[in-house]
Protein backbone atom coordinates (compact mmCIF):
# COMPACT_ATOMS: atom_id res chain seq x y z
CA UNK A 1 0.00 0.00 0.00
CA UNK A 2 1.34 3.41 -0.41
CA UNK A 3 2.22 5.26 2.30
CA UNK A 4 1.49 9.30 3.18
CA UNK A 5 5.56 10.29 2.27
CA UNK A 6 4.71 7.92 -1.07
CA UNK A 7 2.03 10.64 -2.07
CA UNK A 8 4.18 13.37 -0.33
CA UNK A 9 7.28 12.14 -2.79
CA UNK A 10 4.96 12.00 -5.80
CA UNK A 11 3.49 15.71 -5.15
CA UNK A 12 7.40 16.67 -4.58
CA UNK A 13 8.41 15.18 -7.86
CA UNK A 14 5.59 17.10 -9.89
CA UNK A 15 6.78 20.26 -7.87
CA UNK A 16 10.06 20.02 -9.14
CA UNK A 17 9.21 19.14 -12.63
CA UNK A 18 6.99 22.14 -12.89
CA UNK A 19 9.73 24.55 -11.18
CA UNK A 20 12.42 22.81 -13.19
CA UNK A 21 11.25 24.41 -16.88
CA UNK A 22 7.92 22.50 -17.38
CA UNK A 23 5.02 23.83 -18.36
CA UNK A 24 2.48 21.01 -16.95
CA UNK A 25 3.50 17.26 -15.78
CA UNK A 26 1.76 14.28 -15.05
CA UNK A 27 3.09 11.95 -11.93
CA UNK A 28 2.60 8.31 -11.53
CA UNK A 29 3.36 6.11 -8.47
CA UNK A 30 3.07 2.69 -8.19
CA UNK A 31 3.86 -0.31 -6.13
CA UNK A 32 2.53 -3.82 -6.12
CA UNK A 33 3.58 -7.63 -5.47
CA UNK A 34 2.88 -10.89 -7.45
CA UNK A 35 3.45 -14.38 -6.33
CA UNK A 36 3.05 -17.96 -8.08
CA UNK A 37 3.38 -21.51 -7.09
CA UNK A 38 4.00 -23.54 -10.02
CA UNK A 39 3.52 -27.79 -9.74
CA UNK A 40 3.75 -30.81 -12.01
CA UNK A 41 1.96 -33.74 -10.58
CA UNK A 42 1.13 -31.84 -7.55
CA UNK A 43 4.90 -31.17 -6.62
CA UNK A 44 6.87 -27.84 -6.26
CA UNK A 45 8.12 -26.75 -9.86
CA UNK A 46 8.84 -23.40 -9.49
CA UNK A 47 8.30 -20.95 -7.08
CA UNK A 48 8.13 -16.44 -7.60
CA UNK A 49 7.86 -14.16 -5.44
CA UNK A 50 8.50 -9.84 -6.36
CA UNK A 51 7.51 -6.57 -5.33
CA UNK A 52 8.28 -3.52 -7.15
CA UNK A 53 7.55 -0.20 -6.69
CA UNK A 54 8.60 3.29 -9.17
CA UNK A 55 7.97 6.46 -10.00
CA UNK A 56 6.42 7.58 -14.06
CA UNK A 57 7.06 11.14 -15.37
CA UNK A 58 5.24 12.65 -18.97
CA UNK A 59 6.72 15.78 -19.36
CA UNK A 60 5.47 18.79 -21.49
CA UNK A 61 8.22 21.36 -22.19
CA UNK A 62 8.41 24.12 -24.57
CA UNK A 63 5.56 22.12 -27.14
CA UNK A 64 7.87 18.86 -26.59
CA UNK A 65 6.75 15.72 -24.42
CA UNK A 66 8.67 13.00 -23.08
CA UNK A 67 7.75 10.00 -20.14
CA UNK A 68 10.27 8.63 -18.08
CA UNK A 69 10.50 6.00 -15.73
CA UNK A 70 12.51 5.10 -12.26
CA UNK A 71 12.53 2.61 -9.16
CA UNK A 72 15.26 4.87 -7.77
CA UNK A 73 12.79 6.80 -5.24
CA UNK A 74 14.81 9.11 -3.47
CA UNK A 75 15.01 12.49 -3.75
CA UNK A 76 18.60 13.43 -4.51
CA UNK A 77 18.49 10.62 -7.35
CA UNK A 78 14.98 12.15 -8.57
CA UNK A 79 15.69 15.62 -8.42
CA UNK A 80 18.93 14.55 -11.20
CA UNK A 81 16.65 11.85 -12.92
CA UNK A 82 13.99 15.09 -13.36
CA UNK A 83 16.36 17.53 -15.18
CA UNK A 84 18.20 15.24 -17.19
CA UNK A 85 14.20 14.51 -18.33
CA UNK A 86 13.39 18.41 -19.25
CA UNK A 87 16.93 18.65 -20.21
CA UNK A 88 16.51 15.19 -23.00
CA UNK A 89 12.90 16.48 -23.46
CA UNK A 90 14.00 19.72 -25.06
CA UNK A 91 16.28 17.56 -27.99
CA UNK A 92 12.46 16.03 -28.92
CA UNK A 93 10.56 17.48 -31.91
CA UNK A 94 7.97 19.60 -30.77
CA UNK A 95 4.33 18.13 -30.65
CA UNK A 96 1.50 20.10 -30.51
CA UNK A 97 -1.21 17.53 -29.92
CA UNK A 98 0.73 16.43 -26.50
CA UNK A 99 -1.45 18.36 -23.80
CA UNK A 100 -3.46 17.35 -20.66
CA UNK A 101 -7.22 16.93 -20.24
CA UNK A 102 -9.41 19.23 -19.85
CA UNK A 103 -9.80 19.08 -15.72
CA UNK A 104 -13.60 19.27 -16.45
CA UNK A 105 -13.26 16.00 -17.56
CA UNK A 106 -11.23 14.28 -14.71
CA UNK A 107 -12.57 12.27 -11.81
CA UNK A 108 -13.76 14.37 -9.26
CA UNK A 109 -13.84 12.02 -6.45
CA UNK A 110 -16.54 11.10 -3.82
CA UNK A 111 -17.68 7.37 -5.55
CA UNK A 112 -17.91 4.72 -3.10
CA UNK A 113 -14.94 2.36 -2.49
CA UNK A 114 -15.07 -0.31 -5.39
CA UNK A 115 -13.71 -3.37 -3.51
CA UNK A 116 -11.20 -4.69 -5.86
CA UNK A 117 -8.56 -5.07 -3.15
CA UNK A 118 -8.69 -7.80 -0.76
CA UNK A 119 -7.98 -6.37 3.39
CA UNK A 120 -6.83 -9.86 3.97
CA UNK A 121 -4.11 -10.53 0.73
CA UNK A 122 -1.11 -9.98 3.10
CA UNK A 123 -2.04 -13.01 5.58
CA UNK A 124 -2.66 -15.62 3.12
CA UNK A 125 -0.47 -18.25 4.53
CA UNK A 126 2.10 -19.77 1.69
CA UNK A 127 1.35 -23.13 2.53
CA UNK A 128 -2.21 -22.38 1.93
CA UNK A 129 -1.26 -21.07 -1.46
CA UNK A 130 0.35 -24.42 -2.55
CA UNK A 131 -2.10 -26.35 -0.68
CA UNK A 132 -5.09 -24.68 -3.36
CA UNK A 133 -2.35 -25.52 -6.30
CA UNK A 134 -2.06 -29.25 -4.69
CA UNK A 135 -6.29 -29.92 -4.72
CA UNK A 136 -6.55 -28.70 -8.32
CA UNK A 137 -3.62 -31.43 -9.42
CA UNK A 138 -5.38 -34.13 -7.65
CA UNK A 139 -8.40 -33.88 -9.28
CA UNK A 140 -6.94 -35.16 -12.22
CA UNK A 141 -3.96 -36.79 -11.27
CA UNK A 142 -4.47 -40.39 -11.34
CA UNK A 143 -7.94 -40.17 -13.22
CA UNK A 144 -7.22 -41.76 -16.29
CA UNK A 145 -4.01 -43.81 -17.71
CA UNK A 146 -3.29 -41.84 -20.74
CA UNK A 147 -1.92 -38.87 -18.15
CA UNK A 148 1.15 -37.77 -18.96
CA UNK A 149 1.08 -34.45 -16.82
CA UNK A 150 -1.12 -32.20 -14.47
CA UNK A 151 0.34 -28.60 -14.37
CA UNK A 152 -1.32 -26.71 -11.74
CA UNK A 153 -0.65 -23.20 -10.02
CA UNK A 154 -1.54 -20.74 -8.07
CA UNK A 155 -1.13 -16.86 -8.42
CA UNK A 156 -2.02 -13.28 -6.85
CA UNK A 157 -1.26 -9.91 -6.85
CA UNK A 158 -1.68 -6.52 -5.47
CA UNK A 159 -0.94 -3.10 -6.87
CA UNK A 160 -1.55 0.83 -5.55
CA UNK A 161 -1.37 3.72 -8.02
CA UNK A 162 -1.24 7.06 -7.38
CA UNK A 163 -1.71 9.84 -10.02
CA UNK A 164 -1.31 13.34 -10.42
CA UNK A 165 -1.90 15.96 -13.23
CA UNK A 166 -0.30 19.30 -12.75
CA UNK A 167 -3.80 21.31 -14.39
CA UNK A 168 -5.69 19.54 -11.07
CA UNK A 169 -5.93 15.52 -11.17
CA UNK A 170 -5.36 13.43 -7.76
CA UNK A 171 -6.89 9.94 -7.42
CA UNK A 172 -5.76 6.57 -6.01
CA UNK A 173 -6.62 2.70 -7.10
CA UNK A 174 -5.88 -0.34 -5.38
CA UNK A 175 -6.37 -3.32 -6.68
CA UNK A 176 -5.83 -7.25 -6.03
CA UNK A 177 -6.13 -10.61 -7.64
CA UNK A 178 -5.99 -14.33 -7.24
CA UNK A 179 -5.83 -16.93 -9.72
CA UNK A 180 -5.89 -21.22 -10.07
CA UNK A 181 -4.99 -22.79 -13.03
CA UNK A 182 -5.23 -26.33 -14.28
CA UNK A 183 -3.18 -27.91 -17.51
CA UNK A 184 -3.58 -31.70 -18.58
CA UNK A 185 -1.67 -33.88 -21.40
CA UNK A 186 -2.64 -37.14 -22.71
CA UNK A 187 -1.36 -39.75 -24.82
CA UNK A 188 -3.67 -39.28 -27.58
CA UNK A 189 -4.02 -41.34 -30.84
CA UNK A 190 -0.02 -42.28 -32.59
CA UNK A 191 1.67 -39.58 -31.87
CA UNK A 192 -0.30 -37.07 -30.95
CA UNK A 193 -0.84 -35.55 -27.26
CA UNK A 194 -3.24 -33.04 -26.95
CA UNK A 195 -3.40 -31.16 -24.21
CA UNK A 196 -5.90 -28.65 -22.53
CA UNK A 197 -6.85 -26.12 -19.68
CA UNK A 198 -9.37 -24.40 -17.02
CA UNK A 199 -8.86 -21.41 -14.92
CA UNK A 200 -10.85 -19.84 -12.44
CA UNK A 201 -9.63 -16.04 -10.64
CA UNK A 202 -11.40 -13.53 -8.85
CA UNK A 203 -9.64 -10.05 -6.95
CA UNK A 204 -11.09 -11.62 -3.55
CA UNK A 205 -9.98 -14.98 -2.13
CA UNK A 206 -12.89 -15.66 -0.53
CA UNK A 207 -14.99 -15.44 -4.03
CA UNK A 208 -12.18 -17.69 -6.00
CA UNK A 209 -14.22 -20.54 -7.17
CA UNK A 210 -11.43 -23.58 -6.01
CA UNK A 211 -12.84 -26.93 -6.89
CA UNK A 212 -13.10 -28.27 -10.08
CA UNK A 213 -10.39 -26.74 -11.98
CA UNK A 214 -8.29 -29.49 -12.35
CA UNK A 215 -11.28 -31.91 -13.01
CA UNK A 216 -12.92 -29.47 -15.85
CA UNK A 217 -8.87 -29.60 -17.86
CA UNK A 218 -8.90 -33.22 -17.98
CA UNK A 219 -12.61 -33.48 -19.41
CA UNK A 220 -11.41 -30.99 -21.75
CA UNK A 221 -8.57 -33.18 -23.12
CA UNK A 222 -10.20 -36.32 -22.74
CA UNK A 223 -13.07 -35.04 -25.58
CA UNK A 224 -10.06 -34.09 -28.01
CA UNK A 225 -8.82 -37.33 -28.37
CA UNK A 226 -9.11 -38.23 -32.17
CA UNK A 227 -8.84 -34.75 -33.70
CA UNK A 228 -8.85 -35.04 -37.68
CA UNK A 229 -10.08 -32.15 -40.02
CA UNK A 230 -13.65 -32.09 -41.44
CA UNK A 231 -14.53 -31.19 -44.45
CA UNK A 232 -14.55 -27.91 -46.04
CA UNK A 233 -17.46 -25.77 -46.39
CA UNK A 234 -19.99 -23.36 -44.53
CA UNK A 235 -21.18 -24.21 -41.07
CA UNK A 236 -22.95 -22.47 -38.00
CA UNK A 237 -19.77 -21.84 -36.25
CA UNK A 238 -20.29 -21.95 -32.05
CA UNK A 239 -17.96 -20.37 -30.03
CA UNK A 240 -17.47 -21.25 -26.36
CA UNK A 241 -16.60 -18.52 -23.61
CA UNK A 242 -12.86 -19.43 -22.98
CA UNK A 243 -12.50 -17.96 -26.48
CA UNK A 244 -15.27 -15.61 -27.69
CA UNK A 245 -13.41 -12.68 -26.68
CA UNK A 246 -10.50 -13.43 -29.60
CA UNK A 247 -13.09 -12.73 -31.96
CA UNK A 248 -14.67 -9.18 -30.65
CA UNK A 249 -10.16 -8.20 -29.77
CA UNK A 250 -10.07 -7.00 -33.62
CA UNK A 251 -13.45 -5.26 -33.22
CA UNK A 252 -11.92 -3.05 -29.97
CA UNK A 253 -8.47 -2.79 -31.51
CA UNK A 254 -10.24 -1.22 -34.59
CA UNK A 255 -12.24 1.49 -32.07
CA UNK A 256 -8.38 2.81 -30.62
CA UNK A 257 -7.49 6.57 -31.36
CA UNK A 258 -4.17 5.46 -32.47
CA UNK A 259 -5.77 2.82 -34.97
CA UNK A 260 -8.13 5.39 -36.52
CA UNK A 261 -5.61 8.62 -35.97
CA UNK A 262 -3.05 5.97 -38.33
CA UNK A 263 -5.95 5.73 -40.84
CA UNK A 264 -5.20 1.63 -39.86
CA UNK A 265 -8.91 0.77 -38.58
CA UNK A 266 -11.32 -1.01 -40.52
CA UNK A 267 -14.22 0.73 -38.58
CA UNK A 268 -12.72 4.20 -39.43
CA UNK A 269 -15.80 6.98 -40.29
CA UNK A 270 -18.24 3.85 -38.80
CA UNK A 271 -19.95 5.50 -36.12
CA UNK A 272 -23.43 5.05 -36.52
CA UNK A 273 -23.10 2.48 -38.98
CA UNK A 274 -24.71 -0.76 -38.83
CA UNK A 275 -21.33 -3.05 -37.86
CA UNK A 276 -23.11 -6.65 -36.14
CA UNK A 277 -26.29 -8.03 -36.28
CA UNK A 278 -29.31 -7.10 -34.00
CA UNK A 279 -28.37 -9.64 -31.88
CA UNK A 280 -25.14 -7.49 -30.60
CA UNK A 281 -25.17 -5.02 -28.26
CA UNK A 282 -22.22 -4.09 -25.91
CA UNK A 283 -21.99 -2.14 -23.16
CA UNK A 284 -18.76 -0.51 -21.43
CA UNK A 285 -19.70 -0.81 -17.45
CA UNK A 286 -16.69 0.76 -15.17
CA UNK A 287 -18.49 0.78 -12.05
CA UNK A 288 -19.40 -2.70 -11.25
CA UNK A 289 -18.05 -3.50 -7.60
CA UNK A 290 -15.38 -6.16 -6.72
CA UNK A 291 -15.33 -6.60 -10.68
CA UNK A 292 -12.10 -7.04 -12.72
CA UNK A 293 -11.99 -4.33 -14.60
CA UNK A 294 -13.97 -1.62 -12.48
CA UNK A 295 -12.39 2.15 -12.05
CA UNK A 296 -13.55 5.25 -11.66
CA UNK A 297 -11.14 7.11 -13.94
CA UNK A 298 -8.36 5.71 -16.82
CA UNK A 299 -4.97 6.15 -17.29
CA UNK A 300 -5.23 10.08 -17.94
CA UNK A 301 -7.20 10.64 -14.88
CA UNK A 302 -10.26 10.82 -17.35
CA UNK A 303 -13.74 10.34 -15.56
CA UNK A 304 -15.00 6.71 -17.12
CA UNK A 305 -18.71 6.24 -17.19
CA UNK A 306 -20.54 3.80 -19.06
CA UNK A 307 -21.12 3.87 -22.72
CA UNK A 308 -22.73 2.01 -25.69
CA UNK A 309 -20.60 0.50 -27.91
CA UNK A 310 -22.78 -1.20 -30.04
CA UNK A 311 -26.24 -1.11 -30.10
CA UNK A 312 -28.09 -3.79 -31.75
CA UNK A 313 -24.95 -3.71 -34.18
CA UNK A 314 -25.09 0.00 -34.27
CA UNK A 315 -21.42 1.46 -33.39
CA UNK A 316 -21.62 3.71 -30.77
CA UNK A 317 -18.40 5.09 -29.80
CA UNK A 318 -14.65 4.87 -30.09
CA UNK A 319 -11.72 4.74 -27.49
CA UNK A 320 -10.05 7.85 -27.74
CA UNK A 321 -7.42 9.32 -25.87
CA UNK A 322 -6.42 13.31 -25.39
CA UNK A 323 -3.69 12.60 -27.78
CA UNK A 324 -5.64 11.59 -30.21
CA UNK A 325 -8.72 13.33 -30.38
CA UNK A 326 -6.41 16.52 -30.94
CA UNK A 327 -4.45 14.79 -33.90
CA UNK A 328 -7.71 14.11 -35.55
CA UNK A 329 -9.55 17.38 -34.40
CA UNK A 330 -12.41 15.69 -33.28
CA UNK A 331 -13.67 15.36 -29.30
CA UNK A 332 -11.88 12.76 -26.88
CA UNK A 333 -14.04 9.74 -25.12
CA UNK A 334 -11.73 7.41 -23.14
CA UNK A 335 -8.32 6.52 -23.38
CA UNK A 336 -9.59 2.96 -23.40
CA UNK A 337 -12.68 0.29 -22.29
CA UNK A 338 -13.04 -1.01 -18.34
CA UNK A 339 -15.62 -3.71 -18.66
CA UNK A 340 -17.21 -4.82 -21.34
CA UNK A 341 -20.25 -6.63 -21.19
CA UNK A 342 -22.35 -8.40 -24.31
CA UNK A 343 -25.92 -8.57 -23.56
CA UNK A 344 -26.53 -12.30 -23.42
CA UNK A 345 -28.95 -14.60 -24.26
CA UNK A 346 -31.27 -17.18 -22.19
CA UNK A 347 -29.41 -20.41 -23.50
CA UNK A 348 -26.49 -21.77 -22.13
CA UNK A 349 -23.60 -23.12 -24.40
CA UNK A 350 -25.50 -27.03 -24.34
CA UNK A 351 -28.82 -25.60 -25.93
CA UNK A 352 -26.96 -23.30 -28.26
CA UNK A 353 -25.70 -26.43 -29.36
CA UNK A 354 -28.58 -28.69 -29.80
CA UNK A 355 -29.95 -25.47 -31.61
CA UNK A 356 -27.70 -26.16 -34.33
CA UNK A 357 -27.71 -28.91 -37.55
CA UNK A 358 -24.70 -28.11 -39.33
CA UNK A 359 -21.75 -27.01 -37.56
CA UNK A 360 -18.87 -26.52 -35.57
CA UNK A 361 -18.11 -25.52 -32.22
CA UNK A 362 -14.56 -23.82 -31.34
CA UNK A 363 -13.10 -24.45 -28.21
CA UNK A 364 -9.79 -23.22 -28.91
CA UNK A 365 -7.91 -20.72 -31.81
CA UNK A 366 -4.63 -22.00 -32.79
CA UNK A 367 -2.42 -19.21 -34.72
CA UNK A 368 -4.14 -16.70 -37.19
CA UNK A 369 -4.57 -12.91 -37.84
CA UNK A 370 -7.07 -10.23 -38.35
CA UNK A 371 -5.80 -7.49 -40.95
CA UNK A 372 -6.09 -4.43 -39.36
CA UNK A 373 -6.86 -2.11 -42.27
CA UNK A 374 -9.81 -4.33 -44.10
CA UNK A 375 -11.30 -6.38 -41.27
CA UNK A 376 -10.04 -10.33 -43.17
CA UNK A 377 -9.04 -12.77 -40.85
CA UNK A 378 -7.79 -16.21 -41.05
CA UNK A 379 -7.60 -18.22 -37.48
CA UNK A 380 -6.43 -21.75 -36.59
CA UNK A 381 -9.06 -23.75 -34.62
CA UNK A 382 -9.64 -26.51 -32.69
CA UNK A 383 -13.19 -27.80 -31.19
CA UNK A 384 -15.92 -30.35 -32.14
CA UNK A 385 -18.54 -31.08 -35.38
CA UNK A 386 -21.63 -30.27 -34.66
CA UNK A 387 -24.45 -32.59 -36.37
CA UNK A 388 -28.39 -32.78 -35.32
CA UNK A 389 -27.82 -30.44 -32.14
CA UNK A 390 -25.04 -32.85 -31.18
CA UNK A 391 -21.33 -33.28 -30.84
CA UNK A 392 -20.24 -36.15 -32.91
CA UNK A 393 -16.53 -35.83 -33.24
CA UNK A 394 -13.61 -33.60 -32.38
CA UNK A 395 -11.76 -31.72 -34.91
CA UNK A 396 -8.72 -29.75 -35.45
CA UNK A 397 -6.07 -28.52 -38.03
CA UNK A 398 -8.95 -26.59 -39.63
CA UNK A 399 -9.16 -22.51 -39.91
CA UNK A 400 -11.84 -20.48 -40.51
CA UNK A 401 -11.80 -17.09 -42.57
CA UNK A 402 -13.66 -14.43 -43.59
CA UNK A 403 -14.32 -10.65 -43.18
CA UNK A 404 -15.00 -9.26 -39.02
CA UNK A 405 -17.96 -6.84 -40.42
CA UNK A 406 -19.43 -9.73 -41.84
CA UNK A 407 -18.82 -12.51 -39.49
CA UNK A 408 -20.32 -9.94 -36.56
CA UNK A 409 -23.08 -9.36 -38.62
CA UNK A 410 -24.19 -12.82 -38.85
CA UNK A 411 -24.18 -13.38 -35.16
CA UNK A 412 -27.61 -14.84 -34.89
CA UNK A 413 -27.26 -15.74 -30.92
CA UNK A 414 -25.42 -15.06 -27.48
CA UNK A 415 -25.34 -17.04 -24.63
CA UNK A 416 -25.78 -16.73 -20.72
CA UNK A 417 -22.49 -17.88 -19.85
CA UNK A 418 -20.29 -15.45 -19.58
CA UNK A 419 -17.22 -15.57 -17.26
CA UNK A 420 -17.99 -13.23 -14.68
CA UNK A 421 -14.28 -13.66 -13.52
CA UNK A 422 -12.90 -11.70 -16.96
CA UNK A 423 -13.01 -7.59 -17.75
CA UNK A 424 -14.50 -8.60 -20.85
CA UNK A 425 -17.89 -10.51 -20.21
CA UNK A 426 -18.43 -12.59 -23.63
CA UNK A 427 -20.35 -15.33 -23.46
CA UNK A 428 -21.07 -17.94 -25.86
CA UNK A 429 -21.77 -16.78 -29.82
CA UNK A 430 -23.08 -18.67 -32.38
CA UNK A 431 -22.75 -17.38 -35.92
CA UNK A 432 -24.29 -18.27 -39.25
CA UNK A 433 -22.20 -19.60 -42.66
CA UNK A 434 -19.13 -19.16 -41.71
CA UNK A 435 -16.04 -20.41 -44.06
CA UNK A 436 -14.29 -23.03 -42.71
CA UNK A 437 -11.18 -25.05 -44.57
CA UNK A 438 -10.13 -28.90 -43.71
CA UNK A 439 -10.42 -31.80 -46.03
Known amino acids: MLSNNHKKLAEWAMDYALSNGCQAARVSLYAGSNSSFELRDAKMDK???????????SLYVDGRYGTYSTNRLDKKELSSFIKNGIESTRFLAKDEARILPDPARYYQGGRPDLQLLDPDFNSVDPDAKKALAEDIAREALGKDPRIISVESSYGDGDSFNYLLASNGFKGESQRSWYSLSASVAVKGDNEARPSSYWYESSPQLSSLIKKGIGEKAL?????????QKAASGKYTLIVDPLNAANLLSPLISALYGSAL????????????????SNAFTLIDEPHLTGAPGARYFDNEGVATQRRE?????????????????????????????SILIL??????LDALVAGVDKGILV?????????????????????????????????SEMNITGNMIRLWSSLTEAGNDARLTSSWRIPSLVFDEVDFSGL
Open 261 to 276: QQKNSFLLDKIDTQIG
Open 363 to 395: TGFNGGNCNATTGDFSYGIEGFLVEGGALSRPV
Open 219 to 227: QRVLRKIGQ
Open 47 to 57: LQQASESGLSL
Open 309 to 337: VFRQGVLKTYFIDTYNAKKMQIEPTISSP
Open 343 to 348: TPGTNN
